[in-house]
């Protein structure tokens, strides 16, 4: 349910609460710091390698690679599994996934870089850095800052722009439409992690540079930790030899159907890159901004990415407070202060970094499928054998059920509210829904008439086609999600005086109250 800025009081009152809460668990925390050694460490990595071992071997998922760094070092890199069901190429240190959000800790260390050398600050506001950006409403346009995006406490709705990414459109005009969303909280109120929010933080971060993102990313960090497989364009990842596929469950075995381009939102999910090159970022991250005794970027900078900002609740695993810091999650759990970050595409990509800054210790670990809390499963088992010595309950189980839970539920109550009526109320003849409609958000969408049915085609050009299958009266269907192609959703027309349809409204776009499109023309 969307909360309206004006309802947001008691949470602007509760942020200094969160911040101070903040503040003693980080000093408990310290205070508590587990003692870790490189022998905990070394006698750990056998199991958290036997354990990638089955979950491949079990079908957990098709293919995995891991790294662990500990005081400096990479203690551990390896690739288990297959890049591709049904190919013989192995995943190795050096195969390159799809990171999806991990890519947001990632950018927040690139922007750090920026801070370091003064070219923008945590509090440049982002109408100095990129005046044609807008907000819904003027105050929180006139003062949103790098910070407020990078927090994800705009107000924007979380949702906000995915949706049209999914129709097509580029980031520019993403970015652009993001002013027609109301906001989900009020300004600095309220936590919504949004995509497309902490993209225009990236990328208007970049613009005093007068280069793109992209470049950015690789001269700020990449090319200087020597991060060769690393890039912020898909292109990129299709160029590279080594490369992990996407997989999704089909009839319950693992398939690689479906494609994701995210450059649209590539500062907050489009980075991909390999275990070999992330473990040198985790180097840095856990050493205040210095590999291989160089200082490379300025330690306040990287610093305040790692500050807890916006209150989270309770991990709904481990059942750590968790909190948003600047593109990283940070969580005070088992093993005290963790910097973490999860990633996932539901087309069939999960990924996770956790760093235990008290211990110097680091683990990444990446997988081509989608659901799975096996990254999870693995890091919070290793984490146990290394801190305790011994693993204190079964972390995959306990992760696949939420990942599992994710869609399921959403899927089989779609699937119930859609069930074939008894007795469905014919609807009017195909000419009466044929036509354009448009708004400013979604763009024109165009109903036609096409092989003895309707078709339905958004985006921009009409990209994106789905055909319509008649529910009831004026309601039809379609299947506007590729990873899930028999969850289906409504497009429900409104009638006019004329007896033609006068408005549309796409269910799968409407997810932000956006989805209503008004006739324009036949």
């Not at 995995?64 to 190795?92: C, N, S, W, Y």
Request: charged share 20%; glycine share 10%; aromatic share 8%.
């Amino acid at each position: 349910m969307r909360q309206r800025s004006g309802r947001s009081s008691s949470r602007a009152r509760g942020a200094p609460r969160a911040g101070l809460l903040a503040w003693i668990l980080l000093a408990a925390s310290v205070a508590q710091a587990q003692t870790i050694t490189r022998d905990k460490v070394d006698a750990a990595l056998p199991a958290l390698e036997a354990t990638a071992q089955r979950a491949v071997a079990s079908k957990a998922v098709p293919g995995l690679a891991i790294a662990v760094v500990f005081e400096g070092a990479v203690v551990f890199m390896k690739g288990f599994g297959l890049r591709e069901i049904g190919k013989p190429e192995k995943v190795d240190a050096d195969t390159v996934f799809q990171l999806a959000s991990l890519s947001k800790p990632i950018s927040s260390t690139v922007v750090a870089a920026l801070v370091g050398e003064g070219t923008v600050s945590w509090d440049s506001r982002i109408v100095d850095l990129d005046p044609g950006f807008r907000l819904h409403d003027p105050y929180p346009t006139a003062e949103l800052t790098v910070r407020d995006l990078f927090a994800h406490r705009s107000g924007l709705p979380g949702s906000a722009g995915d949706e049209l990414e999914e129709i097509g459109y580029d980031r520019t005009e993403i970015l652009k439409r993001l002013r027609l969303a109301e906001p989900s909280s009020g300004f600095r109120a309220g936590y919504s992690y949004s995509n497309f929010g902490l993209t225009e933080g990236a990328v208007a971060a970049a613009k005093p540079t007068g280069k793109s993102w992209e470049e950015v990313a690789e001269e700020r960090l990449y090319r200087l930790l020597s991060m060769t497989s690393t890039s912020s364009r898909h292109a990129d990842f299709l160029n590279q030899p080594d490369r992990a596929e996407l997989h999704v469950t089909t009839n319950g075995e693992w398939t690689a159907r479906l494609k994701r381009d995210p450059d649209a939102q590539a500062p907050a999910g489009g980075v991909n890159s390999s275990v070999r090159d992330l473990a040198q970022w985790v180097r840095l991250e856990l050493d205040d901004g210095v590999l291989d005794g160089k200082r490379l970027i300025d330690a306040r900078a990287l610093r305040e990415t790692h500050f807890p900002l916006m209150a989270r609740g309770e991990n709904p695993v481990n059942g750590g407070t968790s909190f948003y810091g600047l593109g990283w999650g940070v969580e005070f759990g088992p093993h005290g202060l963790a910097w973490t970050h999860a990633g996932a595409f539901s087309v069939g990509a999960r990924t996770l970094a956790t760093l235990y800054p008290q211990a110097k210790l680091g683990i990444v670990v990446l997988a081509n499928a989608f659901p799975t809390g096996v990254p999870e499963g693995l890091a919070d088992s290793f984490a146990d054998l290394a801190f305790d010595g011994r693993v204190s309950r079964d972390w995959t189980a306990s992760w696949n059920a939420l990942f599992e839970g994710m869609f399921a539920p959403a899927a089989a109550a779609a699937k119930a509210k859609y069930a074939p009526p008894g007795a469905p109320a014919p609807g009017l003849s195909d000419a009466a829904y044929v036509g354009r409609y448009a708004n400013a958000y979604v763009g024109v969408a165009q109903v036609a008439a096409e092989n003895g049915g309707l078709v339905l085609r958004v985006g921009p050009g009409g990209k994106r086609t789905y055909p319509l299958l008649h529910f009831d009266r004026d309601t039809f269907l379609c299947f506007a999600t590729p990873e899930a192609p028999d969850w289906p959703s409504a497009v429900q027309f409104s009638i006019g005086p004329d007896g033609k349809a006068s408005r549309v409204t796409i269910e799968s776009l409407n997810g932000i109250g956006l989805g209503a499109l008004d006739r324009i023309g036949d």
